[in-house]
T-cell receptor, first 114, second 116 residues
Framework: DAGVIQSPRHEVTEMGQEVTLRCKPI?????LFWYRQTMMRGLELLIY????????DSGMPEDRFSAKMPNASFSTLKIQPSEPRDSAVYFC????????????FGPGTRLTVL | AQKITQTQPGMFVQEKEAVTLDCTYD???????LFWYKQPSSGEMIFLIY??????QNATEGRYSLNFQKARKSANLVISASQLGDSAMYFC?????????????FGTGTRLTIIP
């Protein structure tokens, strides 16, 4: 298994531009998570999906952020418009079940908004 | 109140010594889970160990064990015989809530440095 795949690995963009981060979870995993990691705030759960349905998006910072999961093998996290304070590492993770099961993290996307 | 508290921002430990990384949690749920993850300098998050609130035995995975003290709401990670490769950030995390309405919270992490 290739593990959780994220693209791009690095993204540099200018303030105001739209940014789309992509994630392919491990095949067969029912749960998909999006996290953001910064020095100031640590690791924050933004949103998670169960069987492609968003379950909890209370961690999404504001309306500029949106996430979709059109099918079991693909998810996107979109920021529009991007701002410098969105600069962070964004992780995608997947798991078989949420209760008592480990999450497998992708390598992360390092986003820099200038 | 913080859901997960890791009071040690950084630790330095001599190689081959045992290490205990502290984690306390706050929840009113009866059923919850506690996790430890390792994040080396390369950035990836690596699952280490899991403890369920109803598990009577402390979880162990190789050199990792979780010292679960439910009454004290602590879930400390113990690494035996530390190695240079153990140098990394370590995060404690908690899953709480009911199925379909779970919450996941991570602590702020502890940076562990193993000294040769």
């Amino acid at each position: 298994d290739a593990g959780v795949i994220q693209s791009p690995r690095h993204e540099v963009t200018e303030m105001g531009q739209e940014v789309t981060l992509r994630c392919k979870p491990i095949s067969g995993h029912d749960y998909l998570f999006w996290y953001r990691q910064t020095m100031m705030r640590g690791l924050e759960l933004l949103i998670y999906f169960n069987n492609n349905v968003p379950i909890d998006d209370s961690g999404m910072p504001e309306d500029r952020f949106s996430a979709k999961m059109p099918n079991a093998s693909f998810s996107t996290l979109k920021i529009q418009p991007s701002e410098p304070r969105d600069s962070a590492v964004y992780f995608c993770a997947s798991s078989l079940v949420i209760l008592g099961n480990e999450q497998f993290f992708g390598p992360g996307t390092r986003l820099t908004v200038l | 109140a913080q859901k997960i508290t890791q009071t040690q921002p950084g630790m330095f430990v001599q190689e081959k010594e045992a290490v205990t990384l502290d984690c306390t949690y706050d929840t009113s749920d009866q059923s919850y889970g506690l996790f430890w993850y390792k994040q080396p300098s390369s950035g990836e998050m690596i699952f280490l160990i899991y403890q369920g609130s109803y598990d009577e035995q402390n979880a162990t995975e190789g050199r990792y064990s979780l010292n679960f003290q439910k009454a004290r709401k602590s879930a400390n990670l113990v690494i035996s015989a530390s190695q240079l490769g153990d140098s990394a950030m370590y995060f404690c995390a908690m899953r709480e809530g009911t199925e379909g309405n779970e919450k996941l919270t991570f602590g702020t992490g502890t940076r562990l440095t193993i000294i040769p």
